[in-house]
């Protein structure tokens, strides 16, 4: 028997709550939408761990996981905030659509053409984080402007692409941990929670965002 299947089932499961979710946003089920970006995560995290623990790794695997990824964590979050909050301006609410599931293809594709040279950290914002952050806002309840909504979507974009490091979680570390970038964060986050405390879900990706480049930007100073 072919144990690869097993992982490629998770893998299979992260794409097709992909495409659930974009039925459901191009019905207005946005918490269903939503609540499918973090099935995609879900699953995301298993087939990963059930192919290693397996033995079955492999570049079919990685290529297969990144097709998903794009479906899960880039075309699906962008076109649910694109049907819940921008249909209404033409052309301008396409930018930020395209943006983010382009970008977001791009950064898939250089993660895997770079998987054996960068460790210890990810370059760029991972875009499960990216995807989640839009699925955290749209279970949050909150709303931002729609000209707000755009510039985040784009900047979201252009972080996946950038060169800024950002924790892989799995150990130690190539960055060093800078206090202050700990700081900026705490005190953004009280800010967030003050303001309204409902925007927690979202703070916990944006500030994983924010960390990132505050932290690659005083390392690049300390250099």
């Known amino acids: 028997m072919n144990k690869s299947i097993f992982p490629n089932l ?9 495409v659930i979710g974009i039925t459901f946003s191009a019905q207005g089920n946005f918490t269903a939408a939503a609540v499918c970006v973090f099935l995609s995560l879900l699953a995301d995290g298993c087939d990963g761990r059930v192919a290693r623990a397996l033995g079955v790794s492999g570049p079919m695997g990685r290529e297969l996981d990144s097709l998903a990824d794009v479906v899960g964590f880039g075309v699906a979050p962008a076109f649910m905030l694109f049907a819940r909050e921008l249909t209404e301006y033409g052309w301008l609410g396409y930018v930020p659509l395209l943006v983010f599931s ?3 293809a791009f950064r898939l594709a250089r993660f ?3 998987a054996d040279d960068v460790h210890g950290y990810f370059l760029g914002l991972p875009i499960p984080a990216a995807g989640c952050m839009a699925a955290a806002y749209v279970l949050s309840g909150i709303h931002i402007p729609a ?4 510039i985040a979507m784009i900047v979201v974009g252009y972080l996946m692409v950038s060169n800024v490091h950002h924790p892989d979680f ?7 941990v800078h206090m202050p970038a700990l700081l900026i964060v705490a005190v953004l986050a009280v800010i967030a929670l003050v303001l309204d405390w409902h925007s927690w879900p979202v703070l916990i990706f944006s ?5 990132g480049i505050c932290n690659t930007v ?3 100073i300390k250099q």
């Open 112 to 114: 895997n053409i770079m």
């Open 10 to 18: 998770f893998t299979g499961a992260n794409l097709a709550f992909g």
């Open 170 to 176: 799995k150990g130690k570390g190539a960055d060093p």
């Open 218 to 220: 005083i390392t690049l």
């Open 147 to 150: 000209w707000l909504l755009m």
């Open 102 to 104: 382009v970008l977001g």
């Open 207 to 211: 500030l994983y965002a924010v960390f």
